[in-house]
């Protein structure tokens, strides 16, 4: 049988068997519906699993359990933070549109979600980057204006793996009464996420990048009076977001953020010596290699790199052909591998952007994976360098 070797992690990960055992019985004899937990004992039982989830995921973020607010995912806590926050301030607060402040590179649940307030007459500055990937907390606080009820800056970019300095621009934020947002997607459980350190009012996370389940996630919303719901519906969740509980994803969230805390010194470690191991062999085997962004500050599973010379599509493939697997662009924009966004936006051309591949690693990533990473693809660069 082929090998696999899969360093795809910021895509999605594999859910934990652990996680999918403690999820199973939810499925079947456990189904009841949580908002009966009144008057069946069978609705106690879920509710019991969901509040259980709700003090794991809390305990991971540092937060009280009642600000984690159940949604299914990261895209949905991106959509409502930026359009619950910026409609009610602007409406109830400002009485006229309201002002967002955003970074390019950030996922296009976020980029997305401000060109619609834009759409709707709200402003929007998005800030930009340079090389290194990283914001600059002055280039926020020269965005500030008087009207600017949100600023919402990415923890860890996704493709990139560059954290950025969420604490520092938090303060910016508040110095100038906005709220701060950060999408923690690719750092919850990979890196310390501290709700109160990071100084945050609103969190966005999602179980599938942390071996939980897909189509489960969290907004973290420090004051539920700060936004308008995004689903309207019964009285789920406080009123703040309708729809039946997913009982099953939430109890496989608590479970992959339970695991997680545990994991996440251990694993920082074990990822940040496996990625540099594999960008050490890799650089030695092939010339003209560069890192995308800065290398220090960055995610342990992350690992963008350019090969001059070489088109990430080919490669990719021929990769894939020898059992690995890895990414262009980011996953949720396969149609972007004409150039990502996120590359142009630190300054690749759009050469550089089609000559680079991300290689994202996680709780299966093994040693012998990097190994043979590490011999495979250099002579797949050497031969395709030979054919252009
Ligand atoms: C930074 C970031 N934000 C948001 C999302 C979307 O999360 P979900 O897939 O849970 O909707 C992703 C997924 O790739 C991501 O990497």
């Not at 600059?136 to 009820?149: N, Q």
């Not at 309207?232 to 339970?258: C, F, M, Y």
């Not at 090969?307 to 924009?333: F, K, R, T, V, Y």
């Amino acid at each position: 049988m082929q090998r696999i070797v899969y360093l795809d992690n910021a895509a999605t990960t594999p859910v934990d068997p652990a996680v999918f055992e403690e999820m199973k019985p939810f499925f079947s004899e456990r189904f009841a519906n949580p908002m009966t937990y009144m008057h069946s004992s069978a609705g106690d039982v879920a509710q019991t699993a969901v509040e259980e989830a709700r003090g794991r995921v809390a305990s991971l973020i540092g937060s009280k359990p009642e600000q984690v607010v159940f949604t299914s995912g990261g895209t949905e806590s991106d959509n409502w933070v930026l359009k619950g926050t910026v409609e009610k301030a602007s409406r109830e607060r400002l009485h006229k549109p309201g002002h967002l402040v955003t970074v390019e590179f950030e996922h296009h649940a976020i980029l997305h979600s401000a060109l619609a307030l834009q759409r709707q007459g709200y402003e929007v500055t998005f800030v930009k980057v340079g090389h290194s990937g990283i914001v600059d907390p002055d280039d926020v606080r020269r965005a500030m204006r008087p009207t600017t009820v949100l600023v919402s800056i990415m923890h860890a970019n996704n493709e990139i793996g560059t954290i950025q300095p969420i604490a520092d621009i938090a303060r910016v934020a508040h110095d100038h009464g906005a709220l701060m947002h950060t999408d923690a997607v690719q750092t919850t459980a990979h890196i310390p996420v501290d709700v109160d350190a990071l100084g945050v009012d609103f969190l966005s996370l999602s179980a599938h990048k942390f071996n939980g389940p897909k189509g489960a996630g969290v907004l973290f919303v420090r004051d539920h009076a700060a936004l308008y719901p995004f689903i309207d519906g019964g009285g789920q969740e406080w009123g703040l977001r309708g729809s039946t509980h997913n009982v099953p994803g939430i109890v496989g969230l608590g479970k992959a953020a339970q695991l997680g805390k545990e994991r996440l010194p251990g694993e920082l470690e074990r990822l940040t010596t496996l990625r540099n191991m594999l960008f050490d062999k890799l650089s030695a085997r092939i010339d003209r290699i560069v890192v995308n962004g800065d290398m220090k500050q960055r995610v342990p599973q992350n690992l963008n790199i350019r090969i001059e010379g070489i088109d990430n599509e080919p490669l990719l493939l021929a990769m894939n052909e020898a059992g690995i697997i890895a990414a262009g662009g980011s996953a949720c924009n396969a149609q972007e591998t004409l150039a990502s966004h996120v590359l142009t936006s630190i300054g690749c051309d759009l050469k550089e952007a089609k000559s680079s591949i991300r290689l994202s690693f996680g709780y299966a990533t093994t040693e012998k994976d990097v190994d043979y990473a590490a011999d495979v693809i250099p002579n797949l660069v050497k031969f395709l360098r030979s054919m252009a």
